[in-house]
């Protein structure tokens, strides 16, 4: 995790990455439905430009949804656009809005599940999935329960400092994701900590497991190792934008009772509870990251 922060973040080279950002500072401070309207068009603006991303994301709902007709999957791309769009100012809303700010656009759903949860005793791992808007529901997820990220720090250290501050202005702290030991030891603690397994982060440490029609999706085996080494009750924890500027909703589920104790069973297991809380809002998801360039042994790109 980031430090405070160094004199040497005012050094030329990053001027005009703090312009950016006085940029998106000075943006979010309109009224939200006007933000709205921007983020959707930033986002339909963006498209001509991210046609290595539009790709990926063409192919990867390709790949998840072969019977889509073709004009609900171009319809499904447009406004993945829009989402991306929106992900930008909602990352702005995330770091830059007051607490009081943000509790107006939001309501919860099962909010009672998380309190059982941690009542247990026992630690409790909230489990994400990469939704343009993931920024902010990490705001809006701290200020309904502080609790602990998992995450990957930046490889600029002003933009590792500015996020970091910005997401622990309602949580506890971040934990980096290859930092097995201090996660487990959070998590017997008592602690509420999030993660997102729904990404290839490649060979290491992964299974291929199903995820939607593809049979053979290089998953993580950290949520199963996890799980394992604190014995953490488990749950899922999403925040999907409503239709029409209306704000966002979060949505808590009950405590998994039935998670299998066995690695191969676990990947599929948890790889299906993702794909349905995808499927709350798919134009929303990260559809843009290349979730199937990990392949097994002989298998060819997807790509």
């Known amino acids: 995790m980031s430090s405070g922060f160094c004199r040497s973040f005012l050094h030329p080279r990053y001027w005009s990455l703090w312009f950016g950002l006085g940029v998106l500072w000075a943006l979010v401070q309109l009224p939200y439905p006007l933000l709205v309207k921007i983020g959707s068009a930033l986002g339909r603006a963006s498209r001509p430009f991210l046609k290595r991303r539009e790709r990926i994301a063409r192919r990867n709902i390709e790949l998840c949804f072969p019977n889509m007709a073709q004009a609900e999957r171009e319809k499904l791309i447009e406004d993945n656009f829009v989402s991306l769009g929106m992900g930008l100012v909602e990352t702005g809303m995330a770091w830059f809005w007051s607490d009081a700010r943000v509790r107006k656009w939001f309501d919860v759903e099962g909010y009672g599940h998380l309190t059982a949860a941690l009542g247990s005793g026992k ?3 909230a489990v994400g999935v990469h939704f343009m808007s993931l920024e902010l529901g990490g705001r809006v997820m701290g200020l309904c329960r502080p609790m602990m990220a998992t995450y ?3 490889n600029s250290p ?12 309602s949580n506890k702290a971040m934990i ?3 930092n097995l030991k201090g996660l487990v030891a959070a998590l017997k603690s008592g602690e509420a900590v999030w993660f997102a397994p729904d990404q290839d982060y490649g060979p290491k440490g992964s299974l291929f497991a199903p995820f939607f029609s593809v049979p053979d999706a290089a998953t993580t085996n950290g949520t199963y190792v996890l799980s394992r080494l604190s014995g953490a009750s488990m749950l899922t924890i999403t925040m999907v934008r409503k239709a029409a500027g209306k704000g966002y909703r979060l949505y808590i589920s009950p405590t998994m009772t039935d998670y299998p104790q066995e690695d191969q069973a676990a990947a599929s297991y948890m790889n299906r509870v993702i794909e349905q809380e995808i499927l709350r809002a798919p134009e929303q998801y990260l559809w843009v990251h290349r979730r ?3 392949r097994p042994v002989g298998g060819g790109s997807l790509y």
């Open 152 to 154: 990957r720090p930046h």
């Open 123 to 125: 630690g409790v791992m």
């Open 158 to 169: 002003v933009m590792e400092w500015v996020q970091t501050k910005g997401r622990l202005r």
């Open 176 to 178: 980096d994701r290859h």
């Open 292 to 294: 199937f360039k990990t």
